[in-house]
């Protein structure tokens, strides 16, 4: 993956009515531990790592490259957002745009944090790289996924397969509503 380019990295934290997102500190270790290790949140991402493996491998402050956000809420991480560009991407409408990627708490769940959270990261994006679109990319099978990209305004620009199984690639570009 290549870096955002020119942007000022780390930004100022983004504020919603709930939520920060900030980039990742030390104090967000554990979380970044809990998501790569979480059986649910890796339902639909090839299966979670072994935790030990984790424990082993992750640096001290985890995540710290630019396009990636903490997401906190009341103080304490409960997700991550990335934005970042994948010049290699497998899906030649994808090549060199940037990809929103997201993983969230199983406990933080059902709340509308994601949306927040992804609305929050593509205007701030939107400011920051005018006129750039954002793809993403998600099993079809991944019903709550599916429904975040709708409601961030992504458009289906193909279905494939890949690791057995449907996937669904979306666009996004500055001006399409979102949240």
């Not at 504020?15 to 290790?37: K, N, Q």
């Not at 640096?59 to 103080?75: K, Q, T």
Request: proline share 10%.
């Amino acid at each position: 993956m290549e870096d955002l380019g020119a942007v000022p990295w780390p930004p100022e934290p983004i504020r919603t009515g709930r939520l920060v997102l900030r980039e990742p500190e030390g104090r967000d270790r554990e979380a970044f531990i809990e998501l790569l290790a979480s059986p649910e949140v890796h339902t639909y991402l090839g299966g979670p790592r072994p935790r030990d493996e984790l424990e082993r491998e992750i640096p001290g402050a985890p995540g710290r490259w630019p396009g990636s956000f903490a997401v906190d809420l009341d103080g304490a991480m409960i997700g991550q957002i990335l934005l970042r560009r994948a010049p290699g991407h497998h899906r030649p409408a994808a090549a060199g745009k940037v990809d929103l990627g997201y993983l969230f708490l199983p406990r933080a769940w059902g709340r509308g944090y994601a949306a927040e959270a992804c609305t929050a990261a593509l205007d701030w994006f939107a400011g920051v790289l005018p006129g750039e679109p954002v793809v993403l990319a998600t099993q079809t099978a991944n019903a709550r996924s599916m429904r975040l990209a709708a409601k961030l305004g992504f458009t289906e620009v193909e279905r494939f397969e890949a690791w057995g199984a449907e996937q669904w690639l979306g666009m996004w570009s500055p001006g399409t509503p979102s949240g």
